[in-house]
């Protein structure tokens, strides 16, 4: 069980919890989001463990980091709904997520590479995970969002590379 004042993941918000709360005859966590502004959980304690986890280690998102070339892409359909992303998303599972943002990355690269438009709810897709991961990545590295960002897009500019893009 998670005490007032810890910072966890809510599926992809680094959140603060703020208080525990008794209503009736349940508990609940209100967390508040570090990561979107005036965004507000009430999550029950009884039912947070698929969605809330501990935020990882530093040495966890490293070595998501170092494996991210070893991830195996999604084949995403041709005209995914929101449901296909969001069941990669739910699953809170940082690979998943990595492994999606590797994917959309190699999708907008290929897009580009062969003088057409990225899909724009790919990209829409592509941006959300890189915020959220570079989100995560911040809170644990103690850096910028902005420098998390850079430093997954590298990563992910070094795999395509490598994968003779």
């Known amino acids: 069980m998670f005490r007032s004042g810890d910072i966890v993941l809510y599926r992809l918000d680094v959140s ?13 966590y209100l967390l508040y989001s570090l990561g979107s502004e005036y965004c507000e959980f009430k999550v029950p304690c009884d039912n947070a463990g698929g969605h809330l986890q501990s935020l990882p280690s530093k040495q966890t ?11 195996v892409c999604f084949e995403i359909p041709r005209n995914p709904g929101f449901q296909y992303y969001q069941n990669i ?3 809170v599972d940082l690979r998943d997520w990595c492994a999606l943002l590797k994917t959309l990355y190699r999708n907008r690269c290929n897009a580009l590479e062969h003088g057409k438009r990225f899909n724009q709810k790919q990209s829409q897709y592509y ?18 969002i902005d420098s998390c960002k850079a430093l997954l897009e590298q990563t992910l500019e070094q795999i395509y590379v490598a994968n003779g893009a």
């Open 89 to 91: 998303l739910n699953s």
């Open 16 to 28: 603060q919890i703020k208080q525990i709360k008794q209503e009736k005859d349940r508990t609940f």
């Open 127 to 144: 941006e959300y995970v890189l915020e959220k991961l570079a989100t995560i990545y911040s809170f644990v590295r103690h850096q910028t």
């Open 61 to 71: 998102l490293e070595h998501y980091l170092d494996e991210m070339a070893d991830l």
